[in-house]
């Protein structure tokens, strides 16, 4: 199995960027992906979760207006769309995979596979 992000960079506080995971190796359309975050010196900490079919999804609340989640199975690709940046909102961002679909999830253990990560980093 194997997830790989892209999309992260530099940007400017009130910016947009949109990540993208796209996942190998794996029943895609069955397993619930989410985005995880880990700024340096911080824990990692949940971000969003999308199900397997894309009709159920979950946010914390700081992100929750601002940021999206969504899937194309088609492509086995999963997306996060993050409008207003601010700059708490910079970290490393992973996607993550959970084969089992007992999600979407908010607790990094229920999620069996990862990506290594993007970086995106907000300017003020």
């Known amino acids: 199995v194997q997830l790989v992000e892209s999309g992260g960079r530099l940007a400017q506080a009130g910016d947009s960027l949109r990540l993208s995971c796209v996942a190998s190796?794996?029943?895609?359309?069955?397993?619930?992906i989410a985005w995880f975050r880990q700024a340096p010196g911080k824990k990692q900490e949940f971000v969003a979760a999308?199900?397997?079919?894309?009709?159920?999804?979950f946010y914390r609340e700081s992100v929750e207006g601002r940021f999206t989640i969504s899937r194309d199975n088609s492509r086995n690709t999963a997306y996060l769309q993050m409008n207003n940046l601010k700059p708490d909102d910079t970290a490393v961002y992973y996607c993550?995979?959970?084969?089992?679909?007992?999600?979407?999830?908010?607790?990094?253990?229920?999620?069996?596979?990862w990506g290594q990560g993007t970086q995106v980093t907000v300017s003020s």
């Open positions: 190796g794996l029943t895609f359309s069955s397993s619930a």
């Open positions: 993550a995979a959970d084969p089992k679909e007992t999600g979407p999830a908010p607790v990094a253990s229920e999620y069996d596979y």
């Open positions: 999308i199900s397997g079919a894309g009709g159920s999804t």
